[in-house]
């Protein structure tokens, strides 16, 4: 089946590094998404990772994905205040275009 | 930078109206969805859309939706018979070559 999971809730201090986790169900995932939802606005593509890659770095972002564990992390460096948002994982299924999001980790950062 | 646009960003209608929601894709992209968030629950995909066809609908796209690119821009969603259960935020995504989703900012559609 199709399920993604992430942790709900981030707390951070500006300055540190920010390491949010998301698992998935299923094997046939062919690309997996990071997405940014700020208050009231739609959903912002931050980054993303084909299915046979460990690792892809862009900026201050790092994704590292683990295909045995079914397990993605997006690693935020130098978390800002403006870093404060709403970060959904999903992954694209293989025979099907379709996007299966997590439920979201909502990300504080304080100052 | 291209953008995704999406009208109204907020709609308010009567149970049982008709609405459309409207949005306008990146020129150049194939690939077309509509994706729906109800407040507090997961992003959930409704369709897809290439070469003028549905190509996938998820069991929440019954006989009361339909989408439609009637003029090779506008991408619609419309919804016949509203119920109270269709009050969420709509999204519309278009697709590259990596099926990098890029979303709109959303239609609020609040059905009273």
């Known amino acids: 089946g199709e399920d993604v999971e992430q942790s709900l809730f981030l707390s951070v201090r500006e300055g540190d590094s920010s390491v949010i986790n998301c698992t998935y169900t299923?094997?046939?995932?062919?690309?997996l998404y990071w997405y940014k939802q700020e208050p009231g606005a739609g959903l912002q593509l931050l980054t993303y990772i084909f299915s046979n890659m460990d690792m892809k770095q862009d900026q201050r972002l790092t994704v590292l994905l683990n295909k045995k564990d079914k397990h993605l992390s997006l690693r935020i460096a130098d978390t800002q205040t403006g870093d404060s948002a709403i970060y959904f994982c999903?992954?694209?299924?293989?025979?099907?275009?379709?996007?299966?999001f997590g439920a979201g980790t909502i990300l504080r950062v304080k100052s | 930078e291209p953008e995704v646009t999406q009208t109204p960003s907020h709609q308010v209608t009567q149970m049982g109206q008709e609405v459309i929601l409207r949005c306008v894709p990146i020129s150049n992209h194939l690939y077309f969805y509509w994706y729906r968030q109800i407040l507090g629950q997961k992003v959930e995909f409704l369709v897809s859309?290439?070469?003028?066809?549905?190509?996938?609908k998820s069991e929440i796209f019954d006989d009361q939706f339909s989408v439609e690119r009637p003029d090779g821009s506008n991408f619609t969603l419309k919804i016949r018979s509203t119920k109270l259960e269709d009050s969420a935020m709509y999204f519309c995504a278009c697709a590259g070559i990596h099926n990098e989703q890029f979303f709109g900012p959303g239609t609020r559609l609040t059905v009273l």
């Open positions: 999903a992954e694209s299924i293989n025979y099907s275009g379709k996007l299966v």
């Open positions: 299923d094997s046939s995932s062919t690309y």
């Open positions: 859309f290439y070469n003028n066809e549905i190509s996938e």
